[in-house]
């Protein structure tokens, strides 16, 4: 369905819509059956729609999502469509959109949440950036819980971040890594 939406569109489908990425975030979401989740990046709402999907299948749980794409000029929609332009309404009552950049939204978001249980990275890329969120993510992040980040390739923040919290497990796939805490 999201494939064929944003065909419609003559949009590219973007790195969450790979034959990896995509089975990865869900499967991770349906296998852990998270209470909260908080994204920054939705764009059109690939990750948003499959993460939102999960959570209807699990009959549980909270997306919490923070963008504003008109700000990051990365973040192309199509012509007249709204952030999260491919999330079905009947999605939409697990999730709460937060309009506004990382930076200013993140920290006030999760010290509201007290705590979380699947962070996923997908906003600015840039190093400073990254290492912001994780850093932040990470200390909300519950014991066991996971932090994913979509593009870990285009910089370092990824890997020193892994060092930095000495996880006990991490992983990438292609451009997509994760990490437990």
Request: some cysteine.
């Amino acid at each position: 369905m999201l494939e064929s939406e944003v065909k419609k569109y003559n949009f590219p489908l973007g790195t969450m819509l790979t034959p990896l990425r995509a089975p990865i975030l869900y499967t991770v979401v349906r296998a852990l059956k998270p209470l909260v989740i908080v994204e920054t990046g939705v764009a059109s709402g690939v990750s948003t729609t499959l993460i939102l999907n999960a959570l209807s299948l699990n009959c549980r749980g909270r997306l919490f999502s923070i963008d504003m794409p008109d700000l990051d000029p990365g973040a192309r929609l199509p012509y007249g469509k709204d952030v999260g332009w491919l999330v079905p309404s009947d999605l939409k009552e697990r999730w709460y959109l937060i309009p506004g950049l990382s930076r200013d939204k993140l920290r006030p978001l999760l010290q509201e949440l007290g705590s979380i249980d699947i962070f996923l990275h997908d906003s600015e890329h840039s190093y400073e950036n990254m290492m912001f969120e994780f850093k932040i993510a990470w200390f909300y992040l519950r014991k066991g819980g996971i932090l994913l980040a979509d593009d870990i390739t285009g910089n370092n923040a990824f890997r020193d971040f892994v060092q930095i919290s000495k996880p006990t497990y991490w992983t990438t796939f292609g451009g997509l890594g994760a990490i437990r805490k």
